[in-house]
């Protein structure tokens, strides 16, 4: 099985072999992952995790760098896609069975849930046995290794503490000495461990040194802390003088304390509890919660009773828990275990008087003797339950007043409380949220309520019920059941009826079980306000959102907005699941949840409503995004037309969303597509057009995430095309032609651009300024200069000297960028100094950066390499400032260049080795290939002939498939120097004779630069 080891070394192994993986850097970018397991850790968090306060400039480009490193090494034991690229950073795929630490601390729960009984000795010592040196994380020093070395110490001390507490219950104090001796010298300050020694050694007849260690301790507790040992320690310590075997044992497990019987004639202890759940499974980790808070009843220091609430959403077994729990530990209440439906008739709480009158009937009180006031109600109950040990579950709370005159006054009794809320202003309670169990409790629900026979049939089919049930309990066992009701139905039957959503609640119906009635029991809870923010919010289909889309939604403040979305968190009708790059929380719906609240959206709000609260949101999300491209790596570089409406935000909010633009784009990448579908999918065709348009600015195109970019506007496109909107066609034919661009398939840009073009027409000038200069650059890539000039001349003119500085500072960079490639420098410099001039009255800086890189280019052209340098290290700077992976790994190509041409092959390879990393990370093959180029360029520039000929022959290859023949002439010229040192004269000629006659054809400056007499 492939692990990750964190107890001791961190160490990755498959089966019985370690899997170096090559330097402090990549082991310190897998373990911050893999101590983050299941969360989306962006770049800019690793580069904090791994260099702390260090970090170099290009440490952006160096975690993908190191992340390679990773998978290289991984998949030499077939392990590569353990490490997924999710935007804007990564995660680990990974269960938690294959992390040490994470078994560790699974088992260390079961242990502690099992009870006192030899299975949870079993279990604390497996945890134990996984540790493998002293420390965790062993090797690292960054403060993330640090903080989770000490964490998982701290558990690791809990569970010897836990296990010397077993072996006592179990009888065996004498095997529990020495561990215990050698725990207390390294920890001489843990008290609990002391006494644990004290009352060994008391049972093995060694009273003197039990009270030496008492001794011993207070000394220590004095010397280092100015304290005497704490109430626990001390009371063991009188134990010991007084020889008190009711408090240390004797040698047999101590039996639980039983108050002593009550005068008066017998009464049966009422026990109210409703059925366990034969098939209950998994929740372990709570059960253990739960049990140990129930375990607490009693305890001398306490005065008041344990309370426990378990919060959670309609369906997640909240009361199947509770009820687990209280057979679990009925011994503990021996005067009866009494059960409370707070939630009578449906949708109508039951009042405290009502509940109250219930819970002394059940312990014994005549009804005709019960007052009617809730007062004296309260007052009889505190008087009949102070002096009686009894557990009270109360089920289904609607908040906190509804709970409190039911709580019982003293230590002896204990309260479990369950509600849809949760209850946070509850005096005295600890708080358990549940929530949707992982995927194999999931199963093995489904499999005992189906059956193992019937779901081992077609286990992926059992594995996407689950996934289509969102894993919710309720919702699960409704599947089991209609499977097991349904013998002639195989598991894919149902998960095919279940994939369509709209129905899918239809479906979940079996008997008296009813997942809607459930959720309807929920909505109810809520008031009018929550309920039309959870209708809102639930109506795009959002996969995850921040708080600030309430605002426009409801048409309300920002403040009040994240005041909406808080209280439906606090319902659980909200998850909390994560931070975004902008530093602000994301939140999502249950899928179930979501169809439910979207249904009653339909039924009881208009149409009109709908659609206006929509497009107030797609307004906001349109402005923003206008204004994060501008601000962004590469986003002003990126034309669509002015949306149809924008809705600003207030100043502050935006100031906070925008601040890193990038990031922004990233988290509400996901959101924008699926605003894409819905309003294409509901006649708005306009408002889909301007979302799609807001996705070539986006992280889309930024980091080469096509897929969205392409589904957007496949969407858009069938609305417009519906709605008749030629222009709008138009405009979405010139994002397909960007997306091609950016995909490096040049002649089917071209072609989208032609289409819109021809749409275009005379409906909108600057429309067809872009679709010519789309043309124009797709041309450009392709080194048929002559067209590409003609095009771009024609963009440049159509435009006009009105339009937007960064317009047409885009233009003359590919004018420059033509002539340049032609050999004609002075033209070139002319056109690329007046886009730079255009792009700084912008304030563009990522159009700077890129024309400071191709004026570069032209001092390096023509040999001028020293003026060459400082502007790309200008560039360089910008593009880092901008967090422009893409941008930086260019620059630094251009940058290695001139190194070469300088002598400084050691450092162009460094430089190189990082660049090609960054490439195939954003899988940019134009970079790629280019970067192997000059890789291949190094080779032979080192004298290294045969090192030389693979990055050439690959960057051949990759030319050859992007059709650029231009770019493979002038690699196949370098080959021919590899071929002719390899004694190939005859292919050597042959190459250079078929690379000039490329470089004739098309116009490249090589046509007069490589001589004839080259060829010999």
Known sequence: ??????????????????????????????????????????????????????????????????????RRALARVDAAEVIRTRPPGYLTDLAPAQVDARRFEGLLAAGRAAGRTEEAAGLLAEALGLWRGREALEGLGQSFARIEAARLAELRLVAEEESFGLALELDRADAAIAPLLAHVAAHPLRERPRGQLMTALFRTGRVSDALRVFQEGRAVLRDELGIDPGPELRAVHQAVLRHDTGVLGTGRAAALPVPAPRSGPPHPAPSHLPPDI?????????????????????????????????????????TALAVHVGHRTAELFPDGRLFVDLRAADATPLEPADALARLLRAMGVDPDTLPSGVEELTGVYRTHIGHRRVLIVLDNAAGEAHVRPLLPPGPGSAVLVTSRRRLVALEGAVHLDLTVPDEAEALDLLRRVAGERRTGTEPERAAEIVTLCGRLPLAVRIAGARLAARPHWAPGRLAGRLRDERRRLNELSAGDLELRTSLELGYADLDQQERRALRRLALLDLPDFAAWIAAPLLDIGTEDAEEAVERLVDCHFIDVIGMDGTGLPRYRIHDLAREHARERCLSEESADDRTAAVRRLAGSWLDLARKAAARGPGGASRHFPEPAAVRPLDPETEAALLARPAAW?????????????????????????????????????????????????????????????????????????????E????????????????????????????ALAGMGTARREQARYPEALELLEAALERYGDAADAGVRARVLYGIGYVHREQGRDAPARAALSGALDLYRAAADLHGEGLTLRSLALCDRAEGRCREAEPLLHEALRLFTGLHDTLGVMYTEQSLAKVELRTGRTEEAGRRLARCLAVARERQDRFGEALVLRTLGERSLAAGDIAGAR????????????????????????????????????RGARAARAEALEVFRSLGGREAWERREDELS
């Open 278 to 318: 034969a098939d209950f499974v998994g929740r372990a980790e709570q059960v253990g919660w739960a049990t140990e808070l129930l375990r607490g009843v009693g305890d001398t220091g306490r005065t008041a009773p344990p309370i426990g609430v378990i919060s959670g959403r309609s369906g997640m077994g909240k």
């Open 1 to 70: 099985m492939f692990e990750v080891r964190l107890l001791g070394p961190v160490e990755v192994w498959e089966g019985g072999r370690r899997v170096p993986l090559g330097g402090p850097r990549p082991l310190a970018v897998l373990a911050s992952l893999v101590v983050h397991l299941g969360e989306v850790v962006s770049t800019e968090r690793l580069v904090d995790l791994v260099w702390d306060e260090e970090a170099p400039a290009t440490a952006g480009a160096l975690v993908a760098t190191h992340v390679s490193a990773v």
């Open 743 to 770: 995909q490096d398939r040049f002649e089917d840009s071209y072609a989208y651009f032609a289409d819109a073009l021809r749409l275009f027409e005379d409906r909108a000038p600057d429309g067809s300024a872009v």
């Open 665 to 741: 784009f990233a988290a509400e990448q996901a959101g924008l597509l699926a605003a894409v579908t819905h309003c294409a999918d509901h006649g708005m065709a306009r408002t889909a057009r301007d979302l799609a348009g807001a996705l070539i600015a986006s992280s889309a195109a930024l980091y080469n995430q096509f897929d969205a970019w392409s589904r957007a506007h496949t969407a858009a496109m069938a609305a417009v095309r519906r709605s008749g909107d030629v222009e709008g066609e138009a405009w979405l034919l010139a994002g397909l032609g960007q997306l091609r661009y």
């Open 950 to 985: 693979e990055p050439l022959e690959h960057a051949a290859a990759l030319w050859a498939e992007l059709g650029l023949p231009l770019w493979r002439a002038r690699t196949v010229w370098d080959l021919a120097r590899v071929w002719s040192a390899e004694g190939d004269a």
